[in-house]
């Protein structure tokens, strides 16, 4: 799973006219699931989101969660992270996940963040959307589950070959 976070001062999301999601001070977040993810993905993503401290202390250090912070995560369904832009012009998206599967694991992303006591909102899966945001810094942080799971799993690989020799 990929996903865009980025501090806000506030964000919405609009569906057909209507306000359907809005959060005040906190992280807007693009979730984009990919074929091959699992649930792994999405309790690794929604942990990473609700602990992430990118927000500053009274000391002005960035050492606060959105929790600490007393903020709110909007959690928007974005298929379009999957797009592979390498070649050509057009992006392709054939890594992106089928609805039947993202959906399930975008929800799954959002129980997770849940679980770690982090409120939020979301915006509509499969809708077209309008987002609004006050971007707040900028602060901007792209998280990828695989790329993740790759290095943890290379550094055990590395601590085992290790512990061999």
């Known amino acids: 799973m990929r996903a865009i976070v980025q501090r806000v001062r506030w964000a919405q999301v609009e569906v057909g006219r209507s306000i359907v999601a809005r959060i005040e001070r906190g992280l807007l977040v693009y979730v984009g699931v990919c074929t091959g993810d699992g649930e792994s993905d999405a309790e690794w993503l929604g942990e990473k989101v609700a602990n992430l401290r990118v927000f500053e202390d009274g000391q002005g250090k960035v050492n606060m969660s959105v929790q600490d912070a007393g903020g709110g995560i909007l959690a928007v369904p974005n298929f379009t ?66 790329r993740a799971n790759r290095r943890a799993g290379a550094k055990g690989a590395n601590r085992s070959a290790d512990a061999t020799e």
């Open 81 to 146: 992270l999957a797009g592979d832009a390498r070649r050509g012009r057009r992006p392709s998206f054939t890594d992106a996940a089928a609805p039947a599967q993202a959906q399930p694991l975008h929800d799954a992303f959002v129980r997770a963040a849940r679980g770690r006591g982090a409120a939020v909102e979301t915006g509509v899966f499969g809708a077209h959307m309008l987002i609004a945001s006050q971007a707040d810094g900028p602060v901007n942080i792209i998280l990828d589950s695989r």
